[in-house]
Nanobody
Framework: HVQLVESGGGSVTAGGSLNLTCASSSSTDNTYCMAWFRQAPGKEREGVARFYIGYGNTYYADSVKGRFTISKDVAKNTLYLQMNSLKPEDTAMYYC??????????????????WGQGTQVTVS
């Protein structure tokens, strides 16, 4: 069982930056796909960025391309999401998720096996 714990959320003004962190309770091997999702009030959960551990490939939602960067520190079992040029529409609860096996080709939330509790990001 993998436990994921997010941190780094907060309140910022538009144009600001935040760096989210997701600490994993166990190491992730090459079959893992790690991702960040977000969910705003009244909206469905949407994928923001994902990282295919075994190949180093990254994928981004169109809405965040060029502004957000996903990365991972393998030694620390930690996933990051650097968010720059934040906009009010980025306001949401941000979740870290892990998918084991089956590649890293989807942002379908039900394809992911483990989830963190979330960290709130508010942009005004």
């Amino acid at each position: 069982h993998v436990q994921l714990v997010e941190s780094g959320g907060g309140s910022v003004t538009a144009g600001g930056s935040l760096n989210l962190t997701c600490a994993s309770s166990s190491s992730t091997d090459n079959t893992y796909c790690m991702a960040w999702f977000r969910q705003a009030p009244g909206k469905e959960r949407e994928g923001v960025a994902r990282f295919y551990i075994g190949y180093g490939n990254t994928y981004y939602a169109d809405s965040v391309k060029g502004r957000f960067t996903i990365s991972k520190d393998v030694a620390k079992n930690t996933l990051y999401l650097q968010m720059n040029s934040l906009k009010p529409e980025d306001t949401a609860m941000y979740y870290c998720a892990a998918k084991i096996g089956g590649g890293c080709y989807t942002f379908r939330a039900n394809a992911y096996n483990y989830w963190g509790q979330g960290t709130q990001v508010t942009v005004s």
